[in-house]
């Protein structure tokens, strides 16, 4: 059998389309643009076997129309949402072979960035699109914040080696944000550094891992008592319970 490997092709400002590659095949996830995905499809002479799609917004989906033009593939994504070209459409318990990569994978719901969006879980790795990010967290675009808090709730239940592939490269401006939540964390440092340094030689700050993200990232550290402690001076009032800290950081965050 080939082995897997998982390689980021950049796309807009920050987007990540994940590429799972084995031999001559290879299976993207979120191609929100056609054009870089092409491109490298051709560079690295490999023949695109399926689309994974996590939510609907168009740095996910935008690229799904064009790359179905050349190559008559499965789409995957999620049943509550509206996803161009979608095939075979998903809800938290379903399982899927990835066609052409050997890799088996769970699905997960997991709103709150999005109303349906889902998640891909198996094999050691996590797709989570805009739902984590190294030390943050998706917006809530139709979500509530206590939905987006269960759905990190989900995440933090899988074992703390799986490796996080975010579909974002926000790590750096999230980790300023995390330094004023939580500012005694000395995860924080670690995580600068070895962020930083991926980032200096070119590469991806990511994959993150879920034991990282419950060291480093305040919005999965909401029981930790420094994590609450600040987000109740920010709040100005004692606040009960972890969705309530959760909710107090969203918000803090996003006026940050
Ligand atoms: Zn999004
Ligand atoms: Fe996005």
Redesign the pocket.
Known sequence: MNTITIVPIRAFQDNYIWCVRTGAVAVVVDPGDAEPVLEYLSSEKLQLAAILTT?H?G??VGGNTRLLAKYNVPVFGPAREKIPGITRALKEGDTIEVPGVGLTLGVLDVPG??AGHIAYYGEGVLFC??TLFSCGC?RLFEGTAAQMHSSLAKFAALPGDTLVYCAHEYTLSNLRFARAADPDNPALDRREASARAALAAGHPSLPSTIALELAANPFMRGGDPAVAASASRRAGRALSGSVDVFTTLRQWKDSF
């Open positions: 939510h917004h740095d996910h960035h999005t699109g805009d998706g």
